[in-house]
Every structure is written in C-alpha cells, then in structure tokens.
C-alpha cells in the first residue's frame, strides 16, 4: 500500500487509521537513513499512534518517533515503493512493515508528549476553541491567513483549508485579527474545525479536489469575478481570494 498524503490534519490522521495495524506488534528490524540509533527499537513494542495537527507520534514502551512528512513526505505499508535514498525509516514488524520516505523523523523522550499543547488540534476530541480565541486576540497585528497556518493555534490547518475557510467566511487573506468583528472571529475558530472534518469525509471519497471553491481555482464560484492569486503573509503562501466576496478588515 502506497499514500502520497497532502500533509494537513485530516490526511494525517487517515495516515494513523492505516498504520493502526501495527499497535501491539514488536519491531523486528528498523533502518533509513534518518540520522538516529535505530538500533534501540527493535524488540519495542508500538504502544499507540497519536497525531497532533500534522505530525504522528509512534509511541513505544521506552521512547517516540516523530514523523512530520512536511510538504512532499509519504509512506507505504508492507511494501518498499521508493529508493533507499528516499527512505528515512523502515520498520519491520511480525505483521507487516512500514516505510516513510522524504519527512522528518526525529525520536522523542516521552515527556515531550506531556509538553504538547493536545486543545490546539484542530481535530482533536479536546480541541478548545477558548483557547484558540484568546490566542487570536493576543495577535491584533497578526494577519488572518497567518493565524490559520500557525500550529499553536490551529494545530492541523494547511494551505488548502486556509484558502477554503476564508472564503467560507468571506474575509480577505490579509485582513488584521484586531480588526475581525468577534462574530467574524468565532466564524474563523468554527470554520477551521469544520472544514478540517469536511475535508477528511471528501478525502475518504477521494472526492476532496472536486469540492474545492477556489484553492487553485482562477474564477469565483458566487459572483464568476476573476480571483486573485497572491501570495500572503509572513509565510508568502499562496492564496486564492475574491475581491469581492471576501471582506478586507
């Protein structure tokens, strides 16, 4: 089995439904060239999976494993499907095997996970859209297409849902948090999460590009008006908007 994934929180966590095969299996050979001892896991036993935004964590008895598959990462189960040179970390388990190719993979002490900030997920259980509104009111300054990409806010959220949530909403990109009326502001925290599980039932369909507005799109699907394709932010990601069914605040 093989999955390029658009890595943002709904792919992810369809990644973690896929690999939760190997959950209390016992690894029997571990290699890539990620620059780490390996060595140490085999014979551990994967405990569980968890996600936080856009990366996994692989929880063992003694240690973790962080996969971040940043923007071109992928992996595949029980079969090799790319170059050794792509390879960053094969596991081998009694029931199968694991491979991810051009990510990060980083191990972790298991304190780390208690550090993690589990309200920011965007498509966690716990997610706590208080938290994300005061964090959003701290930023006054910060432009709207930068908080929806900020991990400590909207742990989860890409380039794809930004675009699609502010038009859902009708706010320009470039709009200042301080100037959002709080009613727009409760819409953008509200929004976040509800397009994250659209895009996770689209993406299950493998329907998700059919139901894009205007990510990559050139034409506004309300008012046919040409929309603008710029690059926004401090990140300078691309963002596809309407001039005139998206407010500028």
Known sequence: MKNNVMPEGPSIILMKENLQKFVGHTVTDASGNA????????????REIRTFGKQTYLVFEKTAIRIHLLMFGSYSIDEQTKPDKS???ALVFSNGALYFYTCSVKPVELEFLSAIDWEADVMSDIWNPKKAENKLKANPKMMVCDALMDQNIFSGVGNIIKNEVLFRIGVQPESLLGNLPAKKRKELIAEARNYSFDFLKWKREFTLKKHWLVHTKSVCPVCGQKLVKKKTGTGKRRSFYCEKDQKMY
């Not at 001892?37 to 994967?46: A, G, H």
Request: proline residues 0%; aromatic residues 14%.
């Open 87 to 89: 390879l960053r970390l």
């Open 35 to 46: 620059k780490f001892d390996k060595e140490i896991y085999i014979s551990q036993t994967l």
